[in-house]
């Protein structure tokens, strides 16, 4: 299929819908049925990882010359949309996946690329994202993980907070100063294993949403990695992690979408169902008009989103400004949309009995990570400016 083919905006080409079907069926018989459950207990949803991997959807973006479904940047946020619609927490595998292979993609070593995609493209192994620390959050530049040379190997010092799916994960890359004089410049990246000595993680977070993904630090002490194992050149690593957030923040858009249009469907049932002054509540026009904003806040989120995936696929030059303003534009609507879903619930939406409130909870993270809605603004605004 033709690159311009492939990215209509207004029409999925048939291929892309077909992989929205085939996830929807598996989300609906194997992953919605246990998203109540993780929220509760807060446990990784292995039996929705188990059915992701099944049928490939667990990793969907790794080439197929790794062992991958090789499925684009479109496809995969297709996935990752149909997967947050069911359950925002396992929608974290997909994603967090591309957010930790990215930069080997992007600038890896072949040797790297093929001893490490290839484990997550056949699901034995997943890989997480270590960039924020405690003091390095939306000012990531000023992380002080520490990597220091020492013959053959770099020995890594320092404490990464915030990630995703820490401890499930097998692989980690995690970005390091190795020149502590030159800033941004003076930043590499590095792939370090859950197994290799000194690498332990904090206890995991007690969070508002998204519970059934792990989320914790990773210490890391005096740990000592052969010099392969660095992505791309001495002093790129913070470039490199740039340029990994301008494709995956087009996914948490992508995430935002499902979360808004799961719960855009589930009111949608509600108030056909629920009755007052004798009649549906989705008779009354306050009611309707409210829908009807949900629904059109959604739909200019999600082809944003996909004009997005496109450049994403591309490389195209302005993928900084549309990644950032899909994500934050998408994110905002899913948190109006979910938060509109609870009051059409009344106090049903209030209560663990339906799921609305999981999905207004779940809705929060995607305003506030891969970058603040805030740090999406600064990053568009330069964008603006610059030319
Ligand atoms: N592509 C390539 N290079 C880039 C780039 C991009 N998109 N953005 C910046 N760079 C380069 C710049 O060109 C610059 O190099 P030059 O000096 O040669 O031009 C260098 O990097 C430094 O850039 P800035 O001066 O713009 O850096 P800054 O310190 O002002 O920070 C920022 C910019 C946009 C605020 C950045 O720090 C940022 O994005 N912060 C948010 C961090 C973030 O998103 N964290 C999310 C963590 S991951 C997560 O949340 C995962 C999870 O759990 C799921």
């Known amino acids: 299929m033709a690159a311009e083919e492939s990215f209509d905006v207004y029409r999925l080409p048939e291929e892309h819908e077909a992989i929205r079907e085939a996830v929807r069926e598996v989300c609906a018989a194997k992953v919605a049925p246990n998203a109540a459950e993780a929220d509760e207990t807060g446990e990784f949803p292995k039996a929705s990882y188990d059915a992701l991997r099944a049928a490939d959807f667990h990793a969907p973006h790794i080439p197929v010359e790794y062992g991958g479904a090789g499925a684009d940047a479109l496809a995969t946020a297709v996935v990752i949309e149909e997967v947050a619609r069911a359950c925002a927490a396992s929608s974290l595998i997909p994603a967090v996946n591309k957010l930790g292979t990215m930069p080997l993609l992007l600038a ?14 056949s699901g034995e192994a997943m890989f997480s994202y270590c960039l924020s620390e405690p003091e390095a959050g939306s000012d990531a530049a000023s992380m002080t993980t520490r990597a220091v040379r020492d013959g053959d190997h770099w020995v890594l010092n320092g404490v990464k907070r915030w990630i995703t799916n820490a401890g499930v994960s097998e692989y980690y890359t995690v970005f390091a100063v190795t020149d502590p004089s030159a800033r941004s410049k003076g930043i ?3 792939v370090v294993e859950k197994s290799d000595p000194g690498v332990s993680f904090g206890a995991p977070e007690k969070k508002l949403g998204i519970k059934g993904s792990p989320t914790r630090e990773v210490y890391l002490d005096n740990v000592r990695i052969p010099v392969d194992r660095m992505i791309g050149a001495e002093g790129s690593g913070f470039a490199t992690a740039m340029r990994t957030l ?10 935002a979408l499902g979360i808004a249009q799961g719960a855009l469907d589930y009111a949608k049932g509600y108030v056909q169902e629920r009755k007052q002054f004798g009649k549906a509540v989705a008779e009354f026009q306050g009611v309707q008009f409210m829908l009807a904003d949900m629904g059109m806040k959604l739909e200019a989120a999600r082809q944003l989103t996909y004009a997005a995936a496109g450049k994403s696929e591309r490389g195209d030059a302005d993928l900084t400004y549309f990644g950032a303003a899909a994500k934050c534009f998408a994110s905002d609507a899913a948190m109006e949309i979910t938060t509109d879903a609870v009051q059409l619930l009344g106090g049903y939406g209030y209560t663990r009995d339906y799921p609305v409130e999981r999905m207004m909870r779940d809705a929060k993270i995607t ?21």
């Open 108 to 121: 890896g070593s072949e040797e790297l690329k093929r001893r490490y995609l290839t484990p997550v493209a």
């Open 188 to 190: 590499s990246a590095f």
């Open 246 to 255: 301008d494709h995956t923040r087009v996914t948490i858009a992508a995430q």
């Open 367 to 387: 305003q506030i990570y891969e970058g603040t809605n805030q740090v999406q603004r600064i990053v568009m605004a330069r964008q603006l400016l610059r030319g």
